[in-house]
């Protein structure tokens, strides 16, 4: 198979994990060691430190390792903190940024229309894939808000997801989930069962996670070869195609 990490990120960690790639470079070495073709990254700044920080860091960082595909981070508009939405669209065109991100614990800011209405709408419309970082009641806050909007949660642990998740599969035919972490015994089998695999993402979740246990999951998971090929790579190369960004 070849594996799309959707989920995957590099530079000084702050908390306590086995390992981690300090650079570009490092990251290519874990991605060999682990199998992985390719993966839409972030840098740890654009965490914790500053998203402004670090998209530049994730730009400068990836210039030369086309298997790397950088993400940006986005803030709120009110406080002043990003450029102009209009600008911002024009640098995601000349860099190819092709999927954003969104940290609301980290970054402490509300998943709403009073919050977001003036960016999330425009994302919604042009179909750039938010990767949101959050409980799944913050994801549901933010799809009622913003129902269009083509949201892939990130790293809601390896328990069980049936009774939050189903319901906003239902009726969210935008929102897709990705699998780091999710290990539960039959998770992926039932899921494709249900919804299909067209609303699964491959994500490793590294460092926080180690990338084994997602392609372990996802390679012995008893589905049909054409929807793990799918789950691995192409949903994702599929969704970063669809982006509109001129």
Known sequence: MKFLDCNCAFGPFRTRVFRFARTAAELIEEMDFSNIDRALVYHTAMRYDHPLVGNELVLQETAGYPRLLATWTVLPSQTGEQPALDILLREMQRQNIRALRLFPDDHRYFVDDITWGDQLAVYAERRIPMFVRASLDKVAQLLKSFPELVVVTGSQGSNPLD????????????????????????????????????????????????????????????????????????????????????
């Open 163 to 246: 009774r939050y998740a189903w319901p906003l599969i239902e009726r969210y035919p935008n929102l897709i989930f990705e699998t780091s972490g999710y290990v539960v015994d039959n998770g992926i089998e039932e899921f494709c069962r249900r919804y299909s695999a067209s609303r699964l993402v491959f994500g490793s979740g590294y460092p926080e996670n180690s990338s084994g246990a997602a392609m372990l999951a996802l390679a012995q998971a008893e589905i049909p070869e054409v929807a793990r090929q799918a789950i691995a790579s192409e949903n994702l190369t599929r969704l970063l195609a669809e982006a509109q960004l001129s």
